[in-house]
T-cell receptor, first 114, second 113 residues
């Protein structure tokens, strides 16, 4: 069976500090990978998605970047955090192929920028 | 622009009552998913509906996709405290592309014992 991991689970960082959140998927090959941010009252906002190693699509211009160094690894980064970067960050994967539309989410990372 | 509108935003009812929550849009979706999310956790997929007019049942939960594939509803029969959570609908507009889903803001449901 497939599993998705995110770490850390919680993070408190000062404004201006760097960020690195990691997501890994087990039990599948060549998944589509996604980063979402969930802010209170605003639903889930898609930040980045990737269809393969080194392939990143950005949905929203912002202070964040993403990388996919390995097939089942997805990393969300920032060089300098802003207060507005606080939120609940969710990684998700989708099975490869056109027929499957479901996405499966990881446990999330709660980021607080102080 | 919020492409998927969910209503109500908040709902608190007593155990044993029935309820319906809605997910509406002016856009057509090739498929629509419903998720349930508990505080501090990631959303968990409940169901995917694909065909206009489709009805799917998951124990006491009934999901319906509108005939025009622009809206969906979730009906819970005899709600239980374990049904408490944030219910999210998410639509796929592209029908085959790799891009992400469009999410509604969710319905916060509280079932009081």
């Amino acid at each position: 069976s497939q599993t998705i991991h995110q770490w850390p689970a919680t993070l408190v960082q000062p404004v201006g500090s760097p960020l690195s959140l990691e997501c890994t998927v087990e039990g599948t090959s060549n998944p589509n990978l996604y980063w979402y941010r969930q802010a209170a009252g605003r639903g889930l906002q898609l930040l980045f998605y990737s269809v393969g190693i080194g392939q990143i699509s950005s949905e929203v211009p912002q202070n964040l970047s993403a990388s996919r160094p390995q097939d089942r690894q997805f990393i969300l980064s920032s060089k300098k955090l802003l207060l507005s970067d606080s939120g609940f960050y969710l990684c998700a994967w989708r099975p490869p192929g056109l027929a499957r539309r479901e996405q499966y989410f990881g446990p999330g990372t709660r980021l607080t920028v102080t | 622009t919020q492409l998927l509108e969910q209503s109500p935003q908040f709902l608190s009812i007593q155990e044993g009552e029935n309820l319906t929550v809605y997910c509406n849009s002016s856009s057509v979706f090739s498929s629509l998913q419903w998720y349930r999310q508990e505080p501090g956790e990631g959303p968990v997929l409940l169901v995917t509906v694909v065909t206009g007019g489709e009805v799917k049942k998951l124990k006491r939960l009934t999901f319906q996709f509108g005939d025009a594939r622009k809206d969906s509803s979730l009906h819970i029969t005899a709600a239980q405290p374990g049904d408490t959570g944030l219910y999210l609908c998410a639509g796929d507009r592209t029908g085959g592309g790799a891009d992400g889903l469009t999410f509604g803001k969710g319905t916060h449901l509280i079932i009081q014992p």
